[in-house]
Every structure is written in structure tokens, then in C-alpha cells.
């Protein structure tokens, strides 16, 4: 039986600058269990089709898909294999992606490693996430461009800029949106869409899955409104638990919410 040679072993032979990003060896991580499935890859940025032809060879049995902005010689680069489709576009550009999406459906795997410029990489995301299948991963290279101004990133203000590693990092909130103890939280687009986020250096994994576990601390994100449901239920004194949590409690909440609305009004955050 012929040797099954690892993704980096792979690599080497078409001598991807992925291993010397050191992706390779997270790849593997996530890849390793689920290489011999049938599975729709799309990569955004093809360039010599390095990558491309990596994951041709390491999962024989999916399709990969690859786009970029420029025309691609694929006899040139020789990705005229059978697992290799490839579509010239931008990532950024809605009408091209949506013809992506309806020839596809959907995908297990997209990684983006195209413009790396901030705007391009969150329109992406946000035209794509919805592609994903469930437990699907959604991959974005070279996010240290996020610290470039060149990039469309911001080096001068790294906690509250735009860019694509700041809309990562919200993200996060994403995964706990049900524990938000506010009252007049407005659900996000990926709110219970996302169930892990992993950031290692200078690239970003995204797993989507359903997240929708109860809270045990709040109901409807109000601490005030659980407590008062669990103690006057327990207890059956509705009076005083009604006076302590929906008026004392909830005014103490309502007065820290227009507080920190103001804040974020003077700070320019909303
Ligand atoms: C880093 S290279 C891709 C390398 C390739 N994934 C690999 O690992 O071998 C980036 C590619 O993204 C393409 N690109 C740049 N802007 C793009 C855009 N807006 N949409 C799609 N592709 C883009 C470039 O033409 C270039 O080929």
C-alpha cells in the first residue's frame, strides 16, 4: 500500500509558504480527522496554486475551490486536475461571491487567504458565513495585516479600530451573547451561530455550529428578571421579591445602561 504522506510532507513537495507561516502544523490539527471525506474547500486567493494543489493531494476526495482576483493560467500552474475548480473574482465583490454560492451551496471549509486588506476580508466573512455547513470552518490567514495601516488595519489604536482582528475579537461575545446581562442587548448577526473561535499567531479559526444553551444567570440577558422569577417562585413572597429585583435592581441596571450609553456616545463608539 502506497505511503499516505502528511499535509506537511504535502506542502513540501509544492513548497506552500504556508509551513514557513507555521500553518501547516495547525492545519493539520484541525484537518487530520477529516481528510478522506468528501468535502467542498474554498480558498480565497490563489496566486501559483500552491495551496490548491496541497489540498488536491491531501483530501483526494473533496472538490477545492479556488478564486482570485486575477486570471489564473491553470494548464500554466497545472491545476487541470479532476478536484480543482477555480473562478476569477473578488472576494469583496457581492455578485461574484453570490455566484460562487449559488453554484457551490455550500461549504465545509472556506479559508481566506486573498487580499488580506480589513474591508475585503469582513465583506467576505459576511458574505460567506452563511455558505458554511454546520461545524463548518471558516479560516482567515494573515490577520497580522490588521496592525498595518497599508492594510486598511490600525496600528495606533488596536483595542477600538475596524480592523478584521478587532472584528474577530468581537466575535468572541458572540459565543456567550445568551450571559449578556442587559436588558436592551440587540442580538447580533452571529449571536448562537458560532461555537468556538481559536486565534493562534497571525491566523484566525472560525467553527460554526449552533449555540443556543440557556443561560443560568439570566433570562431574556436580565440578571433582575431570573432572580425575581427564581426566588418569588421558590418562596411564593411575589411582593418583596417584586420591589428588590424588577424596581431596585432593574433601576440600578437601567441607570449603569445610560451611563455607559452616554460614555460611548462622548467616546464616539456607536
Ligand atoms: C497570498 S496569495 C495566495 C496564495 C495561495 N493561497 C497559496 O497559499 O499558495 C494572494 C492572492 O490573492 C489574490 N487577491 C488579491 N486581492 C483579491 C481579491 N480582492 N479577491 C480575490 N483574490 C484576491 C491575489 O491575486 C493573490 O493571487
Redesign the pocket.
Known amino acids: 500500500m502506497p505511503e499516505t504522506k502528511n499535509l506537511k510532507s504535502i506542502a513540501e513537495i509544492y513548497k506552500?509558504?504556508?509551513i514557513e507561516h507555521q500553518y501547516i502544523k495547525v492545519y493539520e490539527s484541525y484537518f487530520e480527522k477529516i481528510r478522506d471525506e468528501k468535502l467542498k474547500i474554498l480558498?480565497?486567493?490563489?496566486?501559483?496554486?500552491?495551496?490548491?494543489l496541497t489540498w488536491s493531494d491531501y483530501f483526494k476526495n473533496s472538490v477545492i475551490v479556488?478564486?482570485?482576483?486575477?486570471k489564473i493560467n491553470i494548464v500554466e500552474k497545472k491545476l487541470n486536475r479532476n478536484n480543482i475548480e477555480v473562478h476569477q473574482?473578488?472576494?469583496?465583490?457581492q455578485t461574484f461571491i453570490q455566484k460562487i454560492i449559488s453554484k457551490y451551496k455550500e461549504f465545509d471549509i472556506i479559508?481566506d487567504?486573498?487580499?488580506?486588506?480589513s474591508k475585503?476580508v469582513k465583506k467576505s466573512f459576511n458574505l460567506l458565513f452563511s455558505t458554511l455547513k454546520d461545524d463548518g470552518l471558516y479560516i482567515v490567514e494573515?490577520i497580522q495585516t490588521s496592525y498595518n495601516h497599508f492594510f486598511g488595519g490600525n496600528p495606533f489604536d488596536l483595542k477600538y479600530s475596524n480592523s478584521h482582528m478587532n472584528f474577530f475579537k468581537h466575535l468572541t461575545d458572540s459565543l456567550n451573547h445568551q450571559e449578556v446581562a442587559n436588558p436592551f442587548y440587540i442580538k447580533k448577526k452571529y449571536d448562537g451561530k458560532i461555537t468556538n473561535i481559536s486565534f493562534y499567531h497571525n491566523m484566525v479559526f472560525v467553527r460554526k455550529g449552533i449555540n443556543d444553551l440557556k443561560s443560568k444567570e439570566v433570562i431574556n440577558n436580565s440578571y433582575e428578571d431570573m432572580k425575581y422569577l427564581e426566588k418569588s417562585s421558590r418562596t411564593g413572597k411575589k411582593f418583596q421579591y417584586f420591589v428588590k429585583y424588577k424596581i431596585f435592581y432593574k433601576a440600578y441596571t437601567i441607570f449603569l445602561f445610560v451611563f455607559n450609553t452616554i460614555k460611548k456616545i462622548l467616546l464616539l463608539r456607536i
Open positions: 506552500s509558504d504556508k480558498e480565497i486567493g490563489i496566486a501559483d496554486g500552491k495551496s490548491l479556488g478564486i482570485d482576483i486575477h473574482g473578488s472576494q469583496s465583490d479559508i487567504d486573498g487580499s488580506h486588506l475585503d494573515d
